[in-house]
């Protein structure tokens, strides 16, 4: 059996949901929290709220127990993956994590971070791929303040795009972008009137399509991808 309940931190900010969970011993409501949380056992949180044994313990056993999931700690979890990655690769690296609101930053330093900045900085956005994958929050790295000169190139390059289209009337195809790169350029484009894009193809890297909107009235927006 089980009943739900919520109780809130100190800070009365954010929520815990908690529920209760009643059987015969600590292991069959432990795997009872386990089903119903769809959680795994070495990450639930409980506490045991009331125990009985009656008719002198022969029968009728009956346990409570209160149970929820732990709290996820995202930086950990960004921290460890660094750890076992940077461990597999030949560089000496260094970097420091900081968390503001929904974001994980990682800023990259060492002897050996040029390595990252080669060929435009193709292994920091890989790098900053993987952790988005395994991250619960948003992850951004940067390393020799990188992403401000990245931003800034993009930004040119895109608005430059954007007004031969906006001048010639045809649409223009931008070379293969990855993720990161595609945004910018998404948000770049779609802040000049009557135009908009869209991303090609499947996969990590997409080409970008930028060309006029025919209606004026239709909605505008930049392509998620």
């Known amino acids: 059996m089980e009943k739900e309940i919520k109780n809130s931190h100190q800070n009365g900010q954010q929520v815990v949901e908690k529920k209760e969970f009643t059987g015969r011993s600590l292991e069959d409501v432990l795997s009872l929290a386990e089903h119903v949380l769809k959680v795994p056992r070495e990450e639930l949180n409980y506490e045991i ?3 009985k044994t009656r008719l002198f313990g022969l029968k009728n ?3 409570v127990i209160r149970a929820w999931p732990r709290q996820v700690n995202e930086i950990q979890i960004v921290d460890n993956f660094l750890k076992q990655l940077l461990s597999l690769l030949p560089f000496d690296l260094i970097y420091e994590l900081k968390r503001r609101d929904q974001l994980i930053y990682v800023v990259f330093g060492g002897e050996d971070k040029h390595w990252l900045l080669k060929d435009d900085g193709t292994l920091l956005l890989a790098i900053q791929h993987l952790l988005n994958k395994i991250s619960p929050v948003k992850v951004q790295v940067d ?3 990188f992403r401000r000169r990245k931003e800034k190139q993009l930004k040119e390059y895109a608005t430059e ?3 031969k289209v906006k001048e010639t009337g ?7 972008m990855n993720p990161y790169e595609r945004r910018i350029v998404h948000i770049a484009v779609n802040q000049v009137p009557g135009l908009t894009t869209e991303s090609l193809g499947e ?3 997409k080409k970008i399509r930028i060309f006029k909107v025919e209606d004026s009235g239709q909605k505008r927006r930049p392509i998620q991808d």
């Open 170 to 176: 045809k649409e223009e195809i931008l070379d293969v």
């Open 161 to 163: 795009m954007a007004q």
């Open 143 to 145: 390393c020799e303040f």
């Open 203 to 205: 996969g990590f890297l």
């Open 61 to 63: 056993k009956e346990i």
């Open 49 to 51: 709220v009331t125990e």
